[in-house]
Every structure is written in C-alpha cells, then in structure tokens.
C-alpha cells in the first residue's frame, strides 16, 4: 500500500473557484512537504510543516498539518490558470531517512 | 544564483546500454539527492550523498550507482537499461546532512527513454 496517499488523484475546477487537497500517511510524521511540479519539469517547493498545527500561507495557497490523523491539507483559494499543475506531498518519518512523495494530485484551472 | 542544474534534459538510449545523468547543485549545497519519477507517479528516492559519502540507498538495483565529487556534483549511472527505466530522473540538493534540514531543491530533471 502507498506510504503516502494523496486526494484527490486529479481535479478540474473553474477559474475563481477554492479547492482542497488532502495528503495521508501511514507513518508518523516528522515534516510534510508540499511541492508543485509542472508537467515533465522539477519540483518547486512550496512548504514544510513540521508541528501538529501548524498552517502556512504564501499567497492564495494555505497549507494545515494534522498532527492527531497524520494528515496534511493544501487549499487554494480563488483559484487561477497559473495554480495548473500537479501538487505532490512529501514527508520524512525522522530527521535523516529521504523524502518519500505521494502519486500527486492534478489540477486543471477551465475558465 | 544558479539553481540545481541536470544534463542532459533529454535522451534515449536502447535495451542493454548505458547512461551517465549528471547533476550540480546550487551553490554552497553539499548533499545531492536522486529521484526517480515514472510517468504519473511520486519521484522515487534513489539515492542520497554528502560530503562524497553515500548516505542513504532507495530500493533500487545494482544496476545503479551514484557518486559526488569534490566540488559536490553528482554523476548517475544506470548500466544494461531496461525499458522500465524510462522515467524522469531529479536531482535534488540541499545544505545539511539528513538532505531534509530546509527544503530540497530539485533541478528540471533528466528525461530518459530506452527503446
């Protein structure tokens, strides 16, 4: 079973519109990463969150770490085309084992 | 500042060759990471070296092999390729041992087909 399960696996919704993606782990937490990555590129990073509460924001994007069910949500809001790709979680289970990434979930801004 | 950079971004080899993937990290990073990315999957971890050591192996074949030079740039080889090593192929580097201290910055990655 995958380590890390990521939902919705693709999403398609109008421009202007808020949407949510949910990450959950089958292990305990140690930091969960939030990446994007364009179609065939690299992985632009968009945030850590390492404490069980914890919510980050960087413009229309804000991301929550539940700590409780291991899991970790990404909300855009006011979507736009530019928010077009696909979102991948990441997490360490301690602080020297490598970064094991979700299947990602892709979005698709119609407008 | 230059960011993580990949050569070549794309090749294609065939059934039983071998290719050499090179990566250097920005500057000041001294771990470089590998992933491994099939279409319409997560990246996979390879491996991961600091200082010139290895210091962590995914699960992954001999067939692989890694290393990283003085000036912390990094080389994968992948030898007798199979079909199913066609895949998107990131480096990522980072300034602390563990290879997760910050975040990892990934390179645009090498594109690999085998024929």
């Known amino acids: 079973s995958q380590e890390l399960e990521q939902s919705p696996q693709s999403l398609i919704v109008q421009e202007g519109k808020n949407l949510t993606i949910n990450c959950t782990s089958s292990?305990?937490?140690?930091?969960l990463y939030w990446y994007k990555q364009k179609y065939g590129e690299g992985l632009i990073f968009l945030m850590m969150?390492?404490?069980?509460?914890e919510e980050k924001s960087h413009e229309k994007i804000t991301a929550k770490l539940d700590e409780k069910k291991q899991q970790s949500s990404l909300h855009i809001t006011a979507s736009q085309p530019s928010h077009a790709g696909t979102y991948l979680c990441?997490?360490?289970?301690?602080?020297?084992?490598?970064?094991?990434f979700g299947k990602g979930t892709r979005l698709s801004v119609i407008a | 500042d230059a960011g993580v950079t990949q050569s070549p971004t794309h090749l294609i080899k065939t059934r039983g060759q071998q290719v050499t993937l090179r990566c250097s990290p920005i500057?000041?990073?001294?771990?470089v990471s590998w992933y491994q990315q099939v279409l319409g999957q997560g990246p996979q971890f390879i491996f991961q070296?600091?200082?010139?050591?290895?210091?962590g192996r995914g699960n992954f074949p001999d067939r692989f092999s890694a290393r990283q030079f003085p000036n912390y740039s990094s080389e994968l080889n992948v030898n007798a390729l199979l079909l199913g090593d066609s895949a998107l192929y990131l480096c990522a580097s980072s300034f602390g041992a563990s290879g997760i201290t910050g975040e990892l910055f990934f390179g645009e990655g090498s594109r690999l087909t085998v024929l």
């Open positions: 990441g997490a360490s289970h301690s602080g020297n084992t490598p970064l094991v």
């Open positions: 292990k305990t937490l140690y930091g």
């Open positions: 969150l390492q404490k069980g509460g």
């Open positions: 500057s000041g990073h001294k771990s």
């Open positions: 070296y600091y200082e010139k050591e290895e210091r």
